[in-house]
């Protein structure tokens, strides 16, 4: 039995999703997490200290993955408007 087209293509972009949204998240993860760990210590609570890096680390990393993320943004693209073809001259 053949699986929704429209299912597959939903699943297969929010797996993308799922994909492309970790490595920054990550970097926030950690970047907050030393920032607490040092605002606890010296019971600093500046809030521009705990945002500063965290938007640092987020484009740091933006820049680092954009290629791998446009390229993979653009091959599931790729892969759905083919399948949008395939269907059309099933019918």
């Known amino acids: 039995m053949e699986s929704d087209p ?6 297969e972009a929010l797996w993308l999703a799922l ?9 926030m993860l950690g970047i907050g ?5 040092l605002q606890a210590m010296t019971q ?5 200290l705990a945002f500063l890096p965290k938007l ?3 484009a740091v ?9 446009t390229l993979a943004v653009q091959g599931y693209a790729g892969q759905l408007f ?3 073809v395939e269907l059309g001259t099933m019918r």
């Open 56 to 58: 640092a680390a987020m």
């Open 19 to 27: 994909h492309l949204a970790w490595p920054p998240l990550l970097a």
């Open 44 to 48: 600093i609570q500046e809030q521009t």
């Open 61 to 69: 990393v933006l820049m680092l993955l954009a290629p791998r993320m």
């Open 33 to 37: 997490l030393v920032v607490s760990v």
């Open 6 to 11: 429209t299912a597959l293509a939903l699943r």
């Open 82 to 84: 083919e399948r949008m």
